[in-house]
């Protein structure tokens, strides 16, 4: 029981509010002369000499009646009073206590706030990369395909993977002008009709691109569609 009475009266809280306690009455007492000696008299010789700790009203005589000077003497005589002049008193130190505590607790929570608030994270400056030099003269995957071509004229797919990277430069009239070539290439016909078709789909040179398709669909003995890929090249060219 002894070590659990220890254990209670050591805890941080009892020990925190005993300082409080302490340390409240002690501002008590300071408030309590702060009020009487301090504000209320220059209060009172303003107000014409009064003494507000001796206001009050007597509600009932007490065993000697008469009138009384002090609120001492009018409850010595055993009179009941109303001591508003006190009451006065005590609202005052009620408002220093109350705004004193209130400033006390502002403060904390200022610095309860510096404490919680993360450290700004210091930025690095922009680590600034050296220009990325480009060879000069490096020859392109177009220049090395031409090139290649020029040696090995029948190579269709290296021919075929050169009209697609015209394609996606948007050099239509050299990407077509490999397809031409390549409409012979039955084994890579397949995927040579796709890419006309979507390129027809995209309202790319629908005149030649249809005349190819029907080029192909020809190579590939497919004569009804052959036949409507020419009538749309036909069109096509009527719409000019």
């Not at 220890?6 to 925190?16: I, S, W």
């Not at 005589?61 to 002049?85: D, M, P, R, W």
């Not at 610095?111 to 700004?120: D, F, I, T, W, Y």
């Not at 004229?153 to 290296?158: E, G, V």
Request: aromatic share 8%.
């Amino acid at each position: 029981m002894l070590k659990e009475f220890k254990e209670f009266a050591m805890r941080g809280n009892v020990v925190d509010m005993a300082v409080g306690i302490i340390i409240g009455a002690a501002f008590g007492t300071i408030v309590k002369s702060l009020v009487a000696d301090v504000i209320m008299p220059p209060i009172g010789l303003l107000l014409g000499n009064v003494d507000f700790s001796n206001l009050f009203i007597v509600l009932k005589q007490g065993a000697v009646e008469g009138s009384f000077a002090t609120v001492a003497e009018a409850q010595k005589a055993g009179a009941v009073t109303l001591n508003y002049g006190l009451f006065a008193n005590t609202i005052i130190s009620f408002i220093i206590v109350a705004f004193s505590v209130f400033l006390l607790i502002r403060a904390l929570n200022k610095l309860q706030r510096e404490e919680e608030a993360p450290p700004e994270e210091e930025v690095a400056p922009p680590v600034m990369e050296p220009p990325v030099e480009e060879e000069v003269g490096a020859p392109s995957r177009v220049d090395e395909l031409l090139e290649g071509l020029e040696a090995k004229p029948r190579d269709y797919q290296a021919r075929l993977e050169l009209a697609r990277l015209y394609g996606g430069e948007q050099d239509w009239a050299s990407a077509l002008a490999h397809y031409e070539k390549l409409v012979s290439a039955r084994r890579l016909l397949p995927e040579v009709v796709g890419d006309l078709e979507t390129m027809a789909e995209e309202d790319v040179e629908r005149a030649r691109v249809y005349q190819l398709l029907g080029d192909a669909h020809m190579q590939q003995d497919q004569l009804d569609k052959a036949l409507e890929m020419y009538r749309l090249a036909r069109e096509s060219l009527t719409k000019r």
